[in-house]
């Protein structure tokens, strides 16, 4: 729909307002009929989108159409840096004619720079999601495949609980140490937690409510779950200093980054590849080594299936494939 349409009365009948081109423009509906206003607003749309649409649609085209579509939710700001790198190679050229030889140019290119296949994986993901964006709209008949790297044996890279208590004595600063207990006492992603804020979080029921209403909904689930006395003894003290509606915060403002200070704290414990998933994953391993079950596990990390959360945790369990192998006694 063209920006800042707007209806209007002319001459007896209802018209749109609207700007195409850096022109004002005005389009009678033909009708005075309410009833009829949107769906002859759906009309004009279509009729103005397909003037404005390209004789052949490029990768560009249909990036910046499924980047607009993403409207404010946190992956635009992923899909428009990954964009500045991918753009310069894909974008002048036509959306359905990518080839499994411009990937595998693609692959060789990134992988002569020194990227790792697993960033390179990412970045043609964002390209075949434009591409199934303009086959969605129609702008082409159907998307290419995209070649990809393999993807990589998942990384098996955690804590011992004597590491994390290492680690929370090595954060110097009250808000890096409050992000660590909370990133491991409730295993929440570090978005959720720097996110969080006080009005969602209920010390009468002992409760922390990781889903911010404000947020547009992502395939990244979170999670309401209960404090333990680790979190609930960091929860008090910094609320009794708190400045701002943000549990994380640090000179009376939220913080936006944490990676910085989860850096030096590492440096300072001799764990410098810790990362803020890193207390994620520790949590997760922790409750399924200690044999709580995988649905549970599932609900707490804020998983849609617990067919996730079986794929990566499973084999932490101490019962996990016990019965299969007690039948192959000799």
């Known amino acids: ?64 159409g499924k980047r607009e579509s993403l409207g404010i939710r946190p992956s635009i700001a992923s899909m428009d840096s990954i964009w500045k790198t991918i753009g310069p190679f894909f974008g002048g050229r036509p959306a359905d004619a ?4 411009l990937c595998l140019a693609y692959i060789e290119q990134r992988r002569s720079s020194g990227v790792q296949d ?25 998307a290419p495949f995209v070649w990809m790297p393999a993807p990589a044996d998942p990384r098996d890279v955690r804590l011992t609980r004597e590491q994390a208590a290492k680690f929370i004595a090595a954060c110097d600063a009250p808000h890096i140490r409050l992000f660590v207990v909370l990133a491991l006492t ?14 969602r979080v209920d010390f009468a029921a002992r409760r922390i409510n990781l889903k911010d209403p ?10 309401v779950v209960p404090m333990n006395e680790t979190s609930l003894h960091a929860l008090s003290e910094a609320r009794e200093k708190a400045t701002t509606p943000y549990v994380i915060e640090y000179a009376g403002r939220p913080v936006k980054f944490i990676k910085m200070g989860l850096r030096r704290a590492g440096q300072r414990a001799g764990m410098e590849w810790v990362s803020a998933h890193v207390f994620r ?9 200690g044999g ?18 079986e794929r990566v945790y499973a084999r932490f369990s101490p019962t996990y494939l016990r019965g299969a192998a007690s039948m192959l006694e000799l």
């Open 1 to 64: 729909m063209p920006a800042n349409m707007r209806i209007v009365a002319f001459r007896g009948k209802y018209a749109a307002e609207f700007t195409e081109n850096g022109k004002r423009r005005r389009r009678s509906l033909g009708t005075d009929d309410p009833g009829e206003v949107e769906s002859k607003l759906f009309e004009l749309g279509a009729e103005i989108e397909a003037r404005s649409r390209p004789a052949i649609v490029s990768v560009d085209y249909a990036s910046a």
């Open 98 to 101: 990518i080839s499994e030889e």
């Open 118 to 142: 697993g960033t390179i994986r990412l970045e043609l993901s964002k390209l075949r999601a434009s591409l199934k964006w303009a086959e969605k709209k129609a702008l082409i008949a159907k």
């Open 186 to 199: 409730t295993g929440a992603r570090k978005e959720a937690l720097l996110d969080l804020t006080w009005d």
């Open 214 to 223: 404000a947020r547009a909904r992502t395939a990244k689930g979170r999670a």
């Open 281 to 289: 994953h520790s949590a997760a391993t922790w409750m399924a080594e």
């Open 292 to 309: 709580v079950p995988m649905a549970e596990i599932a609900q707490f990390l804020g998983h849609k299936d617990s067919r996730i959360t």
